[in-house]
């Protein structure tokens, strides 16, 4: 004789998978093809930060904190945890990868003057040098990728996606948190 089903808890999967398929936007497909296409973009910008990283003989990780101080620098240097929180990372790995960087000569490392126990990275000219080299073919690497958009169109894109990476953080925190 087969055993009895539970048939209690068939209509309750029914009913929340009918309330999770209410939640989805209308535009379902669109919405993937999105996030595989941002994926996708992901993975080509990485071949090319490896790409340019190797050109100087660093790693992709590392030719991503140079980028950060490069962006944040305002004189004074740029702090392990600023520099961190900007690249999803733990400062514990920007601590070590900057340290290879100082002895490679990319970076200099120096206390802060009011904080001791923070450590502040400024790129130094070699750096400065390395990049103003590698300008001329990133500058038409880039202008081939964006030709559609004029200033105004990307700035509008561009700030289309600071808001939808907002959302994405708030889901992320949401979902870990099981909400």
Known sequence: MAPAKNTSAAPVEAAERSQIVE?????????LRFAREIATINVHLEELRYFWAKRIGISGPQWMILMVISELDQGEGVAV???????????????????LLEKKGFMYRKPAPEDARVVRMSLTAQSLQQFAE???QQAQIFGFIFEEFDGSELSIF??????????????????????
């Open 23 to 31: 939640q989805l936007p209308k535009n379902r497909d669109a919405v």
């Open 81 to 99: 945890n600023a520099a961190a929180k900007r690249l999803h990372v733990d400062p514990s790995f920007v601590t070590t990868q900057s340290k």
């Open 158 to 179: 561009t700030d289309k996606l600071a808001a939808l990476k907002e959302r994405f953080e708030k889901a992320s925190a949401r979902v870990s948190l099981g909400i």
């Open 134 to 136: 590698l300008e001329a």
